[in-house]
Every structure is written in C-alpha cells, then in structure tokens.
C-alpha cells in the first residue's frame, strides 16, 4: 500500500513539482499540499500524512520551526527538510526539531525518493 506525502513548499513550482515526483512513483501517494509552515500542521492534522517534506525558509512559519511543532503533534511521522538553503542550518539543529533527513535543492531530485523511501520502507532501501 502506497504511503501518503504531505508537501509542503512556499514557491509553487517547486511544490509542484516534488507533488509530480512522488505521485509518479508507485510507493507514495500526494495526501495534501501546503505553501508555509502553519498550513502544514493544519493540512497534516487533517490527512494524518506517513511523511513531511517541508521546505526550509516560508513565510508565516519556516520549516524548522513546523518541524517542532508536527513533530510534538505526530512523533512518528518523519520529516524531510527539502531545501536550496543550508546556510545557518545545522544537522544537528535539524535533529533537534526532530528532522529525520535534510535534502538540499541542488541534489538530484531521485535523492528525495531515496531519502523518503528509507524512512518508510527501512527493509527495502
């Protein structure tokens, strides 16, 4: 059974795009979509998402803080912050606000499925 995706990212196209990338891979389905931080918490209590991606830097509330915030709301849901920028973001800060992976824009977008299905198929990755 495919596992749902909560998306969530400020700049449309890109939203738009990892929605395309997860939709067309058999193992996930696309549960809801948000634009900031604050729509995330309320979109993934009303989908109850199997993961989080999340961008880093959105208006309202970021990525960092949502992640503190779903994380307190769904301890078992695990997060991926997909974002363009690392700077002033640490792995350890990310741990901290219970991010379980960090997948810059720049990489190969393949890296998100990966990094995803290892999250939720720890067998099959």
Known sequence: MAKSVL???????????????????????????????????????????????LDLSMPVMNGLDAAKVLKTLMRAV???????YSDGFSHEEGRAAGVSALVSKSEHMAVI?????????????
């Open 7 to 53: 998306i969530v990212d400020d700049v449309e196209i890109i939203r738009r795009a990892v929605c395309e990338l997860f939709t067309a891979d058999a193992d996930f389905d696309v549960c809801g979509e948000a634009a900031n931080g604050q729509e995330a918490i309320e979109r993934a209590q009303e989908f109850h998402p199997d993961l989080i991606v």
């Open 113 to 125: 499925l990966e990094k995803a299905r290892a999250l939720l198929y720890p067998m099959a990755a």
């Open 78 to 84: 695990p997060l991926i912050i997909f974002s363009e």
